[in-house]
T-cell receptor
C-alpha cells in the first residue's frame, strides 16, 4: 500500500466526452504527477503539479489539464476524448525535499479509461 | 532526450532461481537516477530499488539488487530466490536533475513469469 488512492478505478466514455480523474496523494507529499500508460507500453509523463501549479508537462495536448488542491490532492481532466485516450492513468506522489534525482514517486493503482 | 531500453519482452524463471532483467539507458546528464518498478496485473506501480548516478556501490533492497555499470549505461535488476509472487511486469525508469521534480522516463517493460 502506497497511500496513493485514485478514483474511479474504471471508466467508460464515448468519443467527444469529457472526463475527470481524481488522486489523493500520500500523507506528507506535496507533488503529484500524472502518467498515461497505453496497453503494452511504459507510462508516459503527462504533467506534474507542485504547490498547486503545473510544474512540467510532457508531450500532451492542452485538452489534458489538471488541478492541485491545497490538501495536495489532484485532478486530471481530459476534454474532447479520442479513442487513443483509452489507457491506464496513473497518479504518483512525492515530496520535494528529496534530491531531484532521488525523488521516489509512489503510485496509485490507476484509473482504467475506455473510450468507445 | 532521456531513453530507456528494455530488450526482453518476456522472461521465465523457475521458483527459487535468480533472474536478471536488462535495462540500458541513454542520457547526457551527469546527474540522474535509475529506478525499477514492479507492476502486477492490478496495475499499481510498486517501487523496488533506486540507484543514483554518483553512487559508488550497487544498490540492494532485500532480494533485489541493481547491477549498475555506468560506462556501459546499464542498470540491470537482479532478483534472487524468485517467488511465484514475483510474476509481474517490471519497468526500468530514470530521472534527471531539472525543474520537474523526479519526472520518470520509463522503458517498455519486461514481463516476468515465475513457474513452480
Amino acid at each position: 500500500e502506497t497511500g496513493v488512492t485514485q478514483s474511479p478505478t474504471h471508466l467508460i466514455k464515448t468519443r467527444g466526452q469529457q472526463v475527470t480523474l481524481r488522486c489523493s496523494s500520500q500523507s506528507g507529499h506535496n507533488t503529484v504527477s500524472w502518467y498515461q500508460q497505453a496497453l503494452g507500453q511504459g507510462p508516459q509523463f503527462i504533467f506534474q503539479y507542485y504547490r498547486e501549479e503545473e510544474n512540467g508537462r510532457g508531450n500532451f495536448p492542452p485538452r489534458f489539464s489538471g488541478l492541485q488542491f491545497p490538501n495536495y490532492s489532484s485532478e486530471l481532466n481530459v476534454n474532447a476524448l479520442e479513442l487513443d485516450d483509452s489507457a491506464l492513468y496513473l497518479c504518483a506522489s512525492s515530496h520535494d525535499r528529496a534530491r531531484i534525482a532521488k525523488n521516489i514517486q509512489y503510485f496509485g493503482a490507476g484509473t482504467r479509461l475506455s473510450v468507445l | 532526450a532521456q531513453k530507456i531500453t528494455q530488450t526482453q519482452p518476456g522472461m521465465f524463471v523457475q521458483e527459487k532461481e535468480a533472474v536478471t532483467l536488462d535495462c540500458t539507458y541513454d542520457t547526457s546528464d551527469p546527474s540522474y537516477g535509475l529506478f525499477w518498478y514492479k507492476q502486477p496485473s492490478s496495475g499499481e506501480m510498486i517501487f523496488l530499488i533506486y540507484q543514483g548516478s554518483y553512487d559508488q556501490q550497487n544498490a540492494t533492497e532485500g532480494r533485489y539488487s541493481l547491477n549498475f555499470q555506468k560506462a556501459r549505461k546499464s542498470a540491470n535488476l537482479v532478483i534472487s530466490a524468485s517467488q511465484l509472487g514475483d510474476s509481474a511486469m517490471y519497468f526500468c525508469a530514470m530521472t534527471k536533475s531539472g525543474s520537474t521534480l523526479g519526472r520518470l522516463y520509463f522503458g517498455r517493460g519486461t514481463q516476468l513469469t515465475v513457474w513452480p
